[in-house]
Nanobody
Framework: QVQLVETGGGSVQAGASLRLSCFAS????????MGWFRQPPGKEREFIAT????????HYSDSVKGRFTISRDNAKNTVFLQMSDLKPEDTAVYYC?????????????????WGQGTQVTVSS
């Protein structure tokens, strides 16, 4: 089975940057589209970014577009989320997700594999 492990979270000041990493094991990573989601305290999990198998296609939520960048290194079975100009409203648990498809998707229901999540806290 596919296993996903997120790293890189932490507590930072507003305006800072963080890079999250997600390592995938158990199956062929290069054959899967990937996504990042987040769940703020007391709220539902929401879409952030997605990337196709090759990385040629990406999509972002309006709340992070221009500040966050999703990328992948298939040789290392890893997907990244580079976060810049972090804001207090970015505070959430961030989850890496994979789907059994080569196509990127913004729909949470399209993803079958999920990591444990990593906490990102941004103070003003």
């Amino acid at each position: 089975q596919v296993q996903l492990v997120e790293t890189g979270g932490g507590s930072v000041q507003a305006g800072a940057s963080l890079r999250l990493s997600c390592f995938a094991s158990g199956r062929i990573f290069s054959g899967k589209a990937m996504g990042w989601f987040r769940q703020p305290p007391g709220k539902e999990r929401e879409f952030i970014a997605t990337i196709s198998r090759t990385g040629i296609s990406t999509h972002y939520s309006d709340s992070v577009k221009g500040r966050f960048t999703i990328s992948r290194d298939n040789a290392k079975n890893t997907v990244f989320l580079q976060m810049s100009d972090l804001k207090p409203e970015d505070t959430a648990v961030y989850y890496c997700a994979g789907r059994e498809s080569i196509s990127a998707s913004t729909d949470i229901d399209d993803y079958e594999h999920w990591g444990q999540g990593t906490q990102v806290t941004v103070s003003s």
